[in-house]
T-cell receptor, first 113, second 113 residues
Framework: QQQVKQSPQSLIVQKGGISIINCAYE??????FPWYQQFPGKGPALLIA?????SEKKEGRFTISFNKSAKQFSLHIMDSQPGDSATYFC????????????FGTGTRLQVTL | DSGVTQTPKHLITATGQRVTLRCSPR?????VYWYQQSLDQGLQFLIQ???????AKGNILERFSAQQFPDLHSELNLSSLELGDSALYFC????????????FGPGTRLTVL
């Protein structure tokens, strides 16, 4: 049972444009929502994360928007650059004694010149 | 560089064989997670250890087992290998197991022929 649905599967954005990736979750107990960036041949690296007590978190060109009632969260990459070309994974986790992350299926982003 | 090390980087073996993947967490991290990444399944959580004890189990097959040693390094043992076990295996670590930031290693690419 897939608990985190991610879209789109792939995305092509021109340099300077805005990249938007969406995720939806089912488990209302989730209270930690990170985004990971993965370059080919590398492990995923934490990009930015949010908890449900805020609706938006911004770090540089990267912003997470969170909608608790809709059980959705999204990643916005402003002024997208070719160096942002990577696969992005959203994930969700639950505070508690045994946490594990449930990942979305990933979005392959290509930023063209 | 996340500080998590994994060996070997690549592993090629035959069906029916057994292999051991090794992970050293970041200095100070007590919790270790194992994930499997395949093309059709995305990132799947396998198992988590915290300070030597099994903490959580995910979609880990009975043919797979893991352990965390007193020096906190971890090993993932895969036995009776099948073609479908070919995947990238990532180890991640965190300071504590409660939805703390997970830092991923570079992964081990396993190819079963």
């Amino acid at each position: 049972q897939q608990q985190v649905k991610q879209s789109p599967q792939s995305l092509i954005v021109q340099k300077g444009g805005i990249s938007i990736i969406n995720c939806a979750y089912e488990n209302t107990a989730f209270d930690y929502f990170p985004w990971y960036q993965q370059f080919p041949g590398k492990g995923p690296a934490l990009l930015i994360a949010i908890r449900p007590d805020v609706s938006e978190k911004k770090e540089g060109r990267f912003t997470i928007s969170f909608n608790k009632s809709a059980k959705q969260f999204s990643l916005h990459i402003m002024d997208s650059q070719p160096g942002d070309s990577a696969t992005y994974f959203c994930a969700a986790g639950k505070s508690g004694t045994a946490s594990k992350l449930t990942f979305g299926t990933g979005t392959r982003l290509q930023v063209t010149l | 560089d996340s500080g998590v090390t994994q060996t070997p980087k690549h592993l090629i073996t035959a069906t029916g064989q057994r292999v051991t993947l090794r992970c050293s967490p970041r200095s100070g991290d007590l919790s270790v997670y194992w994930y499997q990444q395949s093309l059709d399944q995305g990132l799947q959580f396998l198992i988590q250890y915290y300070n030597g004890e099994e903490r959580a189990k995910g979609n880990i097959l009975e043919r797979f087992s893991a352990q965390q040693f007193p020096d906190l390094h971890s090993e993932l043992n895969l036995s009776s290998l099948e073609l479908g076990d070919s995947a990238l295996y990532f180890c991640a670590s965190s300071v504590v197991p409660d939805t703390d930031t997970q830092y991923f290693g570079p992964g081990t690419r396993l190819t079963v022929l």
